[in-house]
C-alpha cells in the first residue's frame, strides 16, 4: 500500500475529488511508499517552484530504509510558499521506524517551518512518556498540542498539520485543518484516510 499526504486549500468538494483521483492515478502507476507533497493554490495552473535545491535541505531529515519516498511542490499563484515538508526516515534511529508530515501554512511560512521543525522532537518525548504501541494514538495527540503551544506564544501566522508516523507495519495518521491522506492499493483503488476540518463544520463550534 502506498499514501499520499498533500495541501490542498480548494473548499470545492468537486476538485478535491479531482485531485484525489489524479494523485492516485499518478502514484499506483510506480511502486512508492510514501509521496509528500505541499501545493498553495491548487486552483491554479501547477508551477514548479523557482527556489533551489537548497530550499529542501531542511525537508529531509534522514532517508527511509525500507520506504520508497518521494516528495514535491508546486507554489501556484502565490508569490512565496507558505508550507513546509518533512521526510524523517529511522526516525527514532530505528529502521522500523519513519515520520512524514506536511503543514499548510496560512498567513505567512513561520508557523509551518516551525512546526515542522518541532514535530519530531515532540513526538519522539511523547512516544517515550506513552511507552508501549497501543499509547501511540494518544502520543500523536500530545505532540500536537506541545507544538502548538510552543509555535502559538510568538507567531501571526498559523498551519494545517497532517502527519503519518510508520512503526513496524503500522501506519498512524493524525491531521488537523485541510490537509489530506489518501491511501493506495496495489489494485489501484484508494481512499481517504483523513477528514478535512473546517470552521463551518458543527463539531468545531464551541
Known sequence: ??????????????????????????????????????????????SSSSESISEYDNVVVDGSKRCLVGFADTRGKRDTMEDAMLVHGQFRDND???????????????????????????????LETRGTEDGIP?????????????I?????????????YVCGARVFVASTGDCRALALRRDGTWSRVTRDHRPTDPEEKA
Do not use: W
Open 1 to 46: 500500500m502506498s499514501t499520499i499526504l498533500y495541501c490542498d486549500p480548494s473548499e470545492d468538494d468537486e476538485k478535491h475529488a479531482v485531485t484525489d483521483s489524479r494523485l492516485a492515478e499518478y502514484l499506483s502507476r510506480d511502486t512508492v511508499g510514501f509521496l509528500v507533497a505541499r501545493a498553495t493554490d491548487s486552483s491554479s495552473d501547477s
Open 96 to 126: 522500523d521506524e519513519d515520520l512524514f508530515a506536511v503543514f499548510d501554512g496560512h498567513g505567512g511560512s513561520n508557523a509551518a517551518i516551525r512546526a515542522s521543525n518541532e514535530i519530531g522532537d515532540a513526538l519522539e518525548a511523547a
Open 138 to 150: 494518544a502520543a500523536l495527540i500530545d505532540a500536537f498540542r506541545s507544538v502548538h503551544e510552543k
Open 152 to 164: 502559538i506564544v510568538d507567531l501571526t501566522s498559523g498551519t494545517t498539520a497532517l502527519v503519518a
